[in-house]
């Protein structure tokens, strides 16, 4: 009964390749976030959708271009993979953007380009 | 631009003891301060959510407190226990509805 769920878990790939990363929520929540937390653990927002309308896009390279087929998925895809991409993604979701929202996790998605 | 601080970067202390994280904002123009948790190879757990228009927030053996108008805001984690070891990370919703981290706070209770 996992509320953010995220896959895969881990992700070892070379530089130069294409990936995806899936996120679902089961919370029925209207607002999905992607999160970076670099080397140095700063958490940091990159991207926001609100019932599949982006909402907020950090000055992120278009190498990263997210995806929602519905309100309950975020997929972040990521072109042309770099060393400096190495990081954990979390994704997150909210009831909707608000004052008064909490904001969910998942578990991250610990990626590692060699 | 929205800035977070978290003071001290560390913390170990001995189990039972009292103790205070430490959190400033640059920007008092906040929606809201979150306070989560993470644990190793873990997500972010959500403790506590002070509005704006709150001063404080109590869950438990934590309590969180807000000041707007000085950009600060600590958790007050009473009796500390093994079990509360873990990184605790602090986050301010900015007027654009960017939540904003602090790099954390690791802090270790000692049994």
């Known amino acids: 009964d996992t509320a953010v769920s995220q896959t895969p878990k881990y992700l070892v790939t070379q530089m130069g390749n294409d990936k995806s990363i899936k996120c679902e929520q089961n919370l029925g929540h209207d607002t999905m976030y992607w999160y970076k937390q670099d080397s140095k653990k700063f958490l940091k927002i990159m991207f926001s959708y609100n019932n599949k309308e982006l909402i907020i896009n950090e000055t992120v390279p278009n190498r990263f271009s997210p995806k929602s087929p519905d309100k309950a998925h975020l997929n972040l895809h990521i072109n042309s993979l770099e060393l400096g991409d190495s990081a954990v993604y979390f994704c997150?979701?909210?009831?909707?953007?608000?004052?008064?929202?909490?904001?969910?996790f998942g578990d991250g998605t610990r990626l590692s380009i060699l | 631009k929205q800035e977070v601080t978290q003071i001290p970067a560390a913390l170990s202390v001995p189990e039972g003891e009292n103790l205070v994280l430490n959190c400033s904002f640059t920007d008092s123009a906040i929606y809201n301060l979150q306070w989560f948790r993470q644990d190793p190879g873990k997500g972010l757990t959500s403790l506590l959510l002070i509005q704006s228009s709150q001063r404080e927030q109590t869950s438990g053996r934590l309590n969180a407190s807000l000041d707007k108008s000085s950009g600060r805001s600590t958790l007050y984690i009473a009796a500390s226990q093994p079990g509360d070891s873990a990184t605790y990370l602090c986050?301010?919703?900015?007027?654009?509805?960017?939540?904003?981290f602090g790099s954390g706070t690791r802090l270790l209770v000692r049994p």
């Open positions: 997150a979701s909210s009831q909707e953007v608000g004052a008064d929202q909490p904001q969910h």
């Open positions: 986050a301010a919703l900015d007027s654009s509805y960017k939540l904003i």
